[in-house]
């Protein structure tokens, strides 16, 4: 994704609602540039070519849809999602990042975010190139103690994988790096990178395959504690989501 301020996102939105004539200022939401996360959040796609001023997804329908009824104007820009983290752990002094989703738990985001209800699970599964293993090992405890990648800032914990992956900055790259069997396995939610190969958000390639682990990961909003209006916001969201999700 470009790196870029997303005004006319909640523009029409705004413009009708009683909050942005001094009620309240307008929520200001990060999400991570260059790594859609197809089927939940992603450009919308005209002839196979992304439309970077339409946001879909079943989590960006359910949030934007959710601040709608709140009466509450946004504004969205892209940033590296290591960065997003920082900004939300930063807001109270910048200002920059109030909220974002499609987080999963980390103790050490739990301290400086609002985590809402979940909004939605994924199942998790091992990426692997046929042309390196035909068997591959059926649990993480199998896995070899060497030459697993990942992408930077994102959380390997649920895997119960205990080796440190190679880090690289995007989905791609680690596709890539599998495909020239630099890696042996990529630790990877299967429906966000199934569905963004079907998409053709990434370039998969024909050895690629995946063992579904019997784990499944959830996925979560979250709001800054930095926010003086953080709790009272996360808990408005939570009533609409569960409403919702009932």
Request: aromatic share 12%; hydrophobic share 35%; proline share 8%.
């Amino acid at each position: 994704m470009k790196r870029a301020e997303t005004w006319w996102a909640g523009l029409a939105m705004a413009i009708l609602s009683p909050a942005l004539w001094g009620q309240e200022p307008p929520v200001k939401i990060c999400l991570g540039e260059g790594n859609e996360w197809a089927p939940f959040t992603y450009w919308e796609r005209k002839d196979g070519v992304p439309d970077t001023r339409r946001l879909t997804g079943s989590a960006t329908t359910q949030v934007l849809e959710a601040l709608k009824k709140l009466g509450l104007p946004y504004k969205i820009r892209y940033l590296p999602w290591a960065r997003v983290q920082q900004e939300l752990a930063e807001f109270a002094s910048n200002n920059r990042c109030e909220l974002t989703w499609d987080a999963s738990y980390k103790p050490e985001r739990a301290a400086y975010a609002h985590y809402s209800v979940p909004l939605y699970q994924t199942h998790l599964g091992l990426f692997y190139s046929a042309r390196r293993f035909n068997q591959p090992p059926s649990t993480p405890a199998a896995l070899p103690a060497k030459r697993l990648c990942g992408v930077i800032g994102y959380n390997y914990a649920p895997y119960g994988v205990v080796q440190e992956p190679q880090r690289f900055p995007g989905i791609q790259q680690v596709l890539d790096m599998l495909e020239r069997q630099r890696c042996e396995f990529f630790p990877s939610e299967i429906e966000p990178l199934t569905s963004g190969i079907a998409l053709g958000i990434y370039q998969g390639h024909a050895e690629l395959r995946s063992l579904r682990l019997d784990i499944r990961k959830n996925f979560y909003l979250l709001v800054s504690k930095g926010s003086p209006r953080g709790e009272q916001l996360v808990n408005q969201l939570n009533q609409i989501f569960i409403a919702s999700q009932e």
